[in-house]
Antibody, heavy 119, light 112 residues
Framework: QITLMESGPTLAKPTQTLTLTCTFS??????????VAWIRQPPGRALEWLAL???????RYSPSLKSRLTITKDTSKKQVVLTMTNMDPVDTATYYC???????????WGQGTLVTVSS | DIAMIQSPDSLAVSLGERATINCKSS????????????LAWYQQKPGQPPKLLIS???TRESGVPDRFSGSGSGTDFTLTISSLQAEDVAVYYC????????FGQGTKVEIK
């Protein structure tokens, strides 16, 4: 059974750097085709894909946020970390991590963590 | 970027009636070499993360009721709920995975 869980601060100040951790189980990020993605959802709004890291260390970023994002993985800890710099109130959202299957879709999601950006 | 536009933004359907959601991509998501449409549908109930319903435009995930069906090809796709049940109240999102990943804006389905 695949599970993912997001962790990190619930509150961030403008201009700060946000660091979120996704801890997963049930699959190995060293297996061919596997990946972990980050997606966010502002309150009452749509989903927005942010970044993905694959089994082979390939990384992909949303073009609109690429300059602010870094995604890394620690396969021994079964964790994926997303950092987002220069946080702004518009970045207030629930941040989800999700398992990307070899078929490229997001087959399993964490429960999400709400991050509020406010001074 | 491939943009995804869904219509309508919301719809209210009587229990047992059909619900139809449309999704249009700004460019084709059909990969010619394998003849597969890189299009998925997700369901998000209030307070829950999204759940994958359909991949490859029409392939239901294991455990998804057969009242959910997907169709379409190229740039135009449809999610149909053949007989709406109370537990189907949710927001539905289409997503392309042909070039990175992009979601539609969502369609809220309610009971009339």
């Amino acid at each position: 059974q695949i599970t993912l869980m997001e962790s990190g601060p619930t509150l961030a100040k403008p201009t700060q750097t946000l660091t979120l951790t996704c801890t997963f189980s049930g699959f190995s990020l060293t297996s061919s085709g596997m990946g972990v993605a980050w997606i966010r959802q502002p309150p009452g709004r749509a989903l927005e894909w942010l970044a993905l890291i694959a089994w082979n260390d390939e990384t992909r970023y949303s073009p609109s946020l690429k300059s602010r994002l870094t995604i890394t993985k620690d396969t021994s800890k079964k964790q994926v970390v997303l950092t987002m710099t220069n946080m702004d109130p518009v970045d207030t959202a629930t941040y989800y991590c999700a398992y990307r299957s070899p078929s490229l879709v997001f087959g399993c999601w964490g429960q999400g963590t709400l991050v509020t950006v406010s001074s | 970027d491939i943009a995804m536009i869904q219509s309508p933004d919301s719809l209210a359907v009587s229990l047992g009636e059909r619900a139809t959601i449309n999704c249009k991509s700004s460019q084709s998501v059909l990969y010619m070499s394998n003849n597969k449409n890189y299009l998925a549908w997700y369901q998000q109930k209030p307070g829950q993360p999204p759940k994958l319903l359909i991949s490859w435009a029409s392939t239901r995930e294991s455990g998804v009721p057969d009242r959910f069906s997907g169709s379409g090809s190229g740039t135009d796709f449809t999610l149909t709920i053949s007989s709406l049940q109370a537990e189907d109240v949710a927001v539905y999102y289409c997503q392309q995975y042909y070039s990175s990943w992009t979601f539609g804006q969502g369609t809220k389905v309610e009971i009339k």
